[in-house]
């Protein structure tokens, strides 16, 4: 709650846009701050945050204005003026790819000066990361394109809504081994709400945002 500054970065498909949006609605639910969301997605991945304004908003979370042509956003506006405000909580949501990584590079310096804490989101499930190739591979080219190298794991071993105790913890402890060779481990690990008892403390609990694209309004909740 403490982290003013945070960037969501991973794969598309590996939790990042849950996890930057679960956090965000979290954040302003217990600090009662504001707080700005930025979509800097410019692909078109799985789960899209600006397709879940709405059900951000209800929690107070605000977006700044972002056109968008031909279904692709363009670039929000006031990206190095919000990570400049020290009182400000931001949260960046990074493309899942080496050309979202490379438009955010612009704003690394930006980045760094607001000492923003970014969260390198891996599920050891999907086929991008099953192998210590894999994450290497597409480690050096996000890290590169976005030219952020001081990045912190979260480890998403999440197989959808019928994933187990046993299969959540078989692939966390496949992501550990995975990044030993790296000499990598992950410091923090997300989990689906319906699996917060098995999952522990500390995590970073999560429900899917995309059923309250579908029709859930978490202002309810």
């Not at 700005?36 to 304004?53: H, I, V």
């Not at 979370?61 to 031909?70: H, K, L």
């Not at 187990?164 to 997300?190: D, I, S, V």
């Amino acid at each position: 709650m403490s982290q003013k500054k945070i960037v969501a970065l991973g794969e598309a498909g590996s939790g990042k846009t849950e996890l930057a949006m679960n956090l965000a609605a979290q954040i302003v639910r217990k600090t009662g701050e504001p707080l700005r969301f930025l979509d800097m997605d410019q692909t078109k991945p799985l789960l899209r945050a600006r397709d879940s304004k709405d059900a951000l908003r209800a929690y107070g979370v605000t977006f700044t204005d972002q056109p968008e042509y031909a279904d692709s956003p363009l670039m929000p506006y006031g990206v190095n003026e919000s990570l400049a405000d020290p009182d400000l909580r931001v949260i960046l949501d990074v493309g899942g790819s080496y050309a979202g990584a490379l438009h955010t590079g612009q704003f690394a310096e930006a980045v760094k000066r607001a000492e923003a804490l970014c969260l390198y989101v891996i599920n050891p499930y999907r086929s991008f990361s099953d192998t210590t190739e894999h994450i290497a591979q597409t480690l050096e080219a996000i890290t590169w394109a976005c030219h952020l190298e001081d990045l912190h794991v979260v480890s998403n071993p999440y197989l959808g809504p019928a994933t187990t105790a046993e299969e959540y913890w078989a692939g966390h402890e496949r992501l550990k081994e995975l990044l030993r060779p790296l000499g990598m481990r992950p410091e923090f690990r997300m989990a689906p709400a319906f699996l917060a008892e098995a999952a522990g403390d500390p995590c970073i609990l999560i429900e899917p945002f995309l059923s309250r694209v579908l029709g859930y309004d978490p202002a309810e909740a």
